[in-house]
């Protein structure tokens, strides 16, 4: 594509550390302004944080304060759509939990002990069906409506984010943060077998190529 809409942040604070990817969309540079401000958006209310405060609070307002924030713009632009997904890591300052915050398809996956697992739930119209029973995942892939955002940060004039933790944080874990950029072109083994073999930089790397 002529652009890269998706957006990343990496922020340190008192509370502790917050990796952010999300992925745009709209045309020109609607998708490409949403991840921006999505992105920036968690990263100020984290920087802004006091000591004490609620990771899961932070995170869940931090998100509606973004879906807010692009609807303004979008508003100001006079754009039909900007929109963005977002999955968001906070890592307390001890490095021994983590909390994740997340709307849409980008994901968060965890490498532990030789099990990979997807720690997020896409917010998608096919997954909604898998929980429904309605189809199963091999039917999921090739579904017309494969993709199809059920929430997003932008789109709505409000947002119900999907929040976890605390979860714990073991020495050995590998963590992936993706949009479905990724995902959709790459099995998930492959993934694995990139993130167990490689070291992270490398493995990021190495699965874009």
């Not at 409506?145 to 940060?153: D, F, I, N, Q, T």
């Not at 050995?172 to 694995?192: F, N, P, R």
């Amino acid at each position: 594509r002529d652009q890269n809409q998706d957006a990343v942040g990496a922020f340190e604070a008192e509370l502790g550390r917050l990796f952010v990817v999300c992925d745009g969309m709209g045309g020109h540079t609607g998708g490409q302004i949403a991840s921006a401000l999505a992105a920036a958006t968690l990263g100020e209310a984290f920087a802004a944080a006091p000591e004490g405060t609620e990771p899961t609070t932070l995170l869940r307002e931090g998100l509606v304060a973004a879906n807010r924030r692009i609807r303004e713009r979008a508003y100001a632009d006079g754009a039909d759509l900007m929109g963005t997904t977002c999955t968001a890591m906070l890592v307390d300052a001890r490095g021994d939990s983590f909390w994740i915050g997340h709307v849409g398809d980008t994901r968060a996956y965890r490498l532990r002990g030789g099990e990979f697992s997807q720690l997020t739930r896409d917010h998608t119209v096919v997954e909604a069906m898998i929980a429904r029973g309605e189809i199963g995942r091999e039917q999921a892939e090739t579904h017309p409506k494969a993709g199809v955002l059920e929430r997003s940060l932008g789109v709505e004039p409000s947002v119900v984010p999907d929040v976890a933790g605390p979860l714990p944080l073991y020495d050995q874990d590998v963590y992936v943060l993706c949009s479905d950029g990724l995902t959709k072109m790459m099995a998930e083994s492959d993934i694995q077998r990139m993130a167990t073999e490689l070291p992270p930089e490398a493995a990021c790397a190495a699965m874009i190529k």
